[in-house]
Each structure stands twice: as structure tokens, then as C-alpha cells.
């Protein structure tokens, strides 16, 4: 068997996989609160022939397909002055109710609409602590957040954002937006000394571009030795076909 043309197929798969999920965290290089996404590989090795009659032969080593997960490095924050706006310090997420449940963001772009309501840019509810909506008065001046993200607003205080801490271990999945859900309920952050949010500010996505792009060559180059690889030992086989068919 050439065990070496399927070795050699499944690493041009777990490079494809790589590949794309490079290319989306450089197009997303720019977008506030996104997540870039890694990918992890393990190697499957098959068992070995033991068939009556034929010659020992050791299992042969594969690349897995792969599994995507999102990283929790926190991004650049960069000040703009908008009182609605607020980067996230550590590692908690703000909550917000989408059409399909609740999910989680560092997108910290925030609006009040016509009613006072604190929403998202694309007009999903900000949640509290206990999920509840936040709700403000449209007709007071800009709110202030403290760190913990407790609101005040014209003297009184409107309540607080929720900031809800991702268990260790969780797996994170991609949902609106650059918001996320998690198989394992997140639960409320207590910890303010080291975790919460400053206001008039923004997290960048964290995603290196200088980085990914660096690895985006790597895999290009990656690729075209396997293609090649697999070129030499199709004409090497096509080679061998003739010399049999001549004899």
C-alpha cells in the first residue's frame, strides 16, 4: 500500500482546515471584540497489518482533521471618549439576548434606543447580572460606569452590567455577531479587583496580523511540498506501471 499518499492527504486536510481559519482571523483583524480561532491537531496512527502471511508493518502515522477552539487572549484597547462604550478588563464577557438566547461578548459598543434600553450596535438587549435588560432614562444625561460595571445616571443608580466569567474548560462556539456561547453555564463575576470593564474605551480583536500572516505564508509553502510530494510519487508509480506493463 502507499501509505504515504494517504499520510500525505490527510496533512494537505489539516492544512486546508488551518488555512481557513488563518484567513478568517486576518479578515477579521479589525473587528472590535473578535475572537480569533486556533486550531489543535493530534496524530492517529493506524494498526499495524498483521495478517497471516504477510510481513510486520508498523501502525502509520496521520494528522488528525483537527479541532477549532476560540482564544481567550485579550485584544488592544483603544480609547473613544463615548460614554456608551466600554472595553473589558480580564477575562469576563458582557451578556446579551439574541433571537436565539442568551449569549456572550466583548463587544463593548453600546447604544441606548428610543425607550432608554441599553443595547448592542445591531439592537440586542445588554443584560444585568440576574438577566434582565438594562434599562436607562433617554431623557437623562450619559450614564457613568464604574469598573464593577455599576450605572449611574443623573444621580441614581440604573443598575449594572452583567459580567459573567467562563468556567475553566469550557468550549466556546461562535453565535450573532462576534458573540459566543458556552456548553457549561458562565456565572457572575465577583472579582472586580482584577476583572471589569473602563468606560470610553474598546478591546480590538486579538488577532496578531503581523503574526498570522507570518503563518499563512508558512502553510502556503506547507501545502505546495505535499502537492509536490504527491506529484513525484504519482509519476514514480506511473513509472513502475510501465516498466511491469514492458516486462
Not at 93 to 110: E, S
Amino acid at each position: 500500500m502507499q501509505s504515504n499518499i494517504y499520510v500525505a492527504l490527510s496533512a494537505q486536510l489539516s492544512l486546508q482546515r488551518r488555512l481557513d481559519t488563518l484567513a478568517n482571523n486576518v479578515a477579521n483583524v479589525n473587528t472590535v471584540g473578535f475572537r480569533g480561532e486556533e486550531v489543535s491537531f493530534e496524530e492517529l496512527v493506524s494498526q499495524p497489518d498483521s495478517s497471516p502471511g504477510q510481513s510486520s508493518n508498523n501502525g502509520v502515522s496521520f494528522v488528525s482533521k483537527g479541532e477549532n477552539h476560540i482564544s481567550t487572549k485579550t485584544g488592544e484597547i483603544t480609547q473613544t471618549g463615548n460614554p456608551l462604550d466600554v472595553a473589558l478588563r480580564g477575562d469576563v464577557w458582557l451578556a446579551i439576548q439574541t433571537p436565539n438566547g442568551v449569549a456572550y461578548t466583548r463587544d463593548g459598543r453600546m447604544q441606548m434606543n428610543s425607550e432608554g434600553g441599553l443595547t448592542t450596535l445591531e439592537g440586542y438587549p445588554v443584560l444585568d447580572a440576574g438577566g434582565t435588560a438594562v434599562q436607562l432614562n433617554p431623557d437623562d444625561p450619559p450614564p457613568t460606569i464604574n469598573k464593577a460595571g455599576t450605572i449611574e445616571q443623573a444621580g441614581n443608580n440604573m443598575g449594572a452590567l452583567g459580567l459573567y466569567r467562563m468556567p475553566q474548560g469550557a468550549k466556546l462556539t461562535r453565535a450573532e455577531g462576534v458573540s459566543v456561547v458556552s456548553d457549561v453555564p458562565p456565572v457572575a463575576e465577583l472579582d472586580f479587583l482584577h476583572n471589569g470593564v473602563v468606560q470610553g474605551y474598546i478591546e480590538k480583536s486579538n488577532v496578531n496580523p503581523m503574526l498570522e500572516m507570518t503563518h499563512l505564508i508558512t502553510i502556503q509553502r506547507n501545502f505546495q511540498a505535499v502537492s509536490t510530494m504527491l506529484s513525484d510519487t504519482e509519476t514514480s508509480l506511473q513509472d513502475s506501471l510501465k516498466a511491469l506493463a514492458g516486462s
